[in-house]
C-alpha cells in the first residue's frame, strides 16, 4: 500500500521535471585541443548571425548550451577560432557535438540530428568542390563531373525530404558566390520549387519560407517574361560610344535611369547583399558616398541577388540607389557591361564617359576625387 501523498508528490516531480525541459534544445559534447579557448553558440540567421551563448573551454573540452526551441526550424552552429560547426534544429532535441578545434573545418561529429549530419556532408562536399575549381586554373570541364556528383548526392537530400532544413541548405548552397542549384536553371528549377512549395506550403509565415518562395517565384515570372532577350537586343543593337543607359525598378518599384546621373561622376556597382563579405563591402561603399556625394558623386548600384526579398531587406536604409531585375544573377546589363565577377564597378565621368574599371577602394577614391575636379 502507497500512500496517497507520495503517489501525489511523485506525480508532481514528474509534471516538474518535464515542464523544465519542455520548449528548450540542449547542445553539448566535446571540442578537443581548445583549453582556455571561447566556444560561440550562435544563431544564423537569414540576415544575420547573432551570439547566443559562450563558454570558456577546460582542459576536458566538455560544453553544454540550452536554448529556447525555435518557432520554426533554423540553424545554429558552434565557433572556435576558425572552426565553425553547423547545426540544424527543429523542435525539441538534444544533439552531442564532438570535434577536435585542430582538424579541418568541417571534421566533426554529430549524434541525434540526421539533418545537421547532412548538412555537415554537404558542406564538406562544396569545400572540396571549391578547392578543385580554384586549381583548375579556369578548365571547368575538368571539374564537372565533380559538380554533378556533389548535385546527385544534394537532389536525393532534397527529394527525400524537401520540408528539411537539409534541401533548403542544399538549395543555398554557392561556389564563387553563385548557387549551385539556381532556378533559373531548367535542371535545377524543379528541385528550388520543391523545397520552395514544402516550406511555403507547412510553414507559411516563416521568413525563409517567404525567402525562398520569392526566389523562385521572381525565376519563374522571369523565364516567362519575353522581353528579357529583347531588352538584351535592344542594348546591343543601339551600342554607343560612352556607357549603356540602365532602367530598373528600385525596392519600391519605381523605374529608376542610370542617364538621370548624367552631369555628375557615377560609380556604376554591380554586386549583391548575398556575395561573401558583403557588409564590409556596403561600409566601404558608404564611406565613398558620405566622402564626395555633395561634391556631385553618385552611386547606382546593379542587384544582381538571386533572391529580391533579402535585397528589398538589405537596402532599406541605404543612402543611393539600388536597383535589381526580375532576372536576378542573369541581368542582361549585367551581360551588356561584360560582369564576369562580382562585386565589378566603373566609374562614369560628368561626361556620361566610362573612364575605369576598377574594384580597388583605394584607387577608386584617387579617380572619383580627380573626376570631381
Given amino acids: 500500500y502507497v500512500p496517497m501523498k507520495k503517489i501525489l508528490l511523485s506525480i508532481f516531480v514528474i509534471i516538474a521535471l518535464i515542464s523544465c525541459n519542455s520548449g528548450t534544445f540542449k547542445i553539448n559534447g566535446t571540442i578537443t585541443n581548445a583549453e582556455n579557448e571561447i566556444l560561440y553558440f550562435e544563431n544564423v540567421g537569414l540576415l544575420r548571425i547573432a551570439v547566443l551563448d559562450s563558454v570558456k573551454l577546460k582542459a576536458d573540452g566538455h560544453f553544454s548550451f540550452k536554448q529556447k526551441s525555435p518557432e520554426y526550424p533554423d540553424f545554429y552552429r558552434l565557433r572556435v577560432g576558425k572552426k565553425t560547426m553547423d547545426l540544424a534544429i527543429d523542435s525539441i532535441e538534444s544533439v552531442t557535438v564532438t570535434a577536435d578545434a585542430q582538424t579541418p573545418i568541417c571534421d566533426y561529429a554529430i549524434e541525434n ?147 538621370t546621373f548624367e552631369g555628375k561622376v557615377i560609380l556604376l556597382d554591380f554586386s549583391a547583399y548575398q556575395m561573401e563579405n558583403s557588409i564590409d563591402y556596403i561600409f566601404a561603399l558608404r564611406e565613398l558616398y558620405n566622402t564626395y556625394h555633395a561634391k556631385g558623386f553618385e552611386i547606382y548600384q546593379v542587384s544582381l541577388d538571386n533572391n529580391k526579398f533579402l535585397w528589398q531587406q538589405a537596402t532599406e536604409n541605404i543612402p543611393w540607389v539600388s536597383v535589381r531585375g526580375e532576372d536576378g544573377a542573369n541581368n542582361q546589363y549585367a551581360k551588356a557591361y561584360n560582369v564576369q565577377t562580382i562585386p565589378t564597378t566603373y566609374i562614369i565621368s560628368r561626361k556620361g564617359e566610362i573612364v575605369a574599371r576598377e574594384n580597388d577602394f583605394a584607387k577608386l577614391k584617387k579617380l572619383i576625387s580627380e573626376n570631381l575636379k
Fill in 113 to 259: 540530428s540526421p539533418v545537421s549530419e547532412q548538412i555537415r556532408t554537404l558542406r564538406c562536399s562544396a569545400i572540396e568542390l571549391q578547392k578543385k575549381i580554384n586549381s583548375a586554373n579556369g578548365k571547368f570541364d575538368s571539374i564537372l563531373v565533380d559538380v554533378e556528383t556533389h548535385k546527385t548526392f544534394a537532389r536525393r537530400i532534397i527529394i527525400e525530404n524537401p520540408r528539411s532544413l537539409a534541401a533548403y541548405y542544399a538549395i543555398y548552397q554557392t561556389i564563387n558566390g553563385a548557387y549551385i542549384f539556381s532556378p533559373y536553371s531548367k535542371d535545377d528549377k524543379k528541385y528550388c520549387a520543391a523545397v520552395a512549395t514544402s516550406f511555403n506550403t507547412f510553414m507559411p509565415k516563416y521568413l525563409r519560407s517567404k525567402n525562398l518562395y520569392s526566389l523562385v517565384m521572381d525565376a519563374i515570372n522571369s523565364e516567362r517574361n519575353e522581353r528579357k532577350s529583347q531588352a538584351l537586343q535592344q542594348i546591343i543593337d543601339n551600342e554607343a560610344i560612352g556607357y549603356f543607359d540602365i532602367e530598373l525598378p528600385d525596392r519600391s518599384e519605381t523605374l529608376r535611369k542610370l542617364s
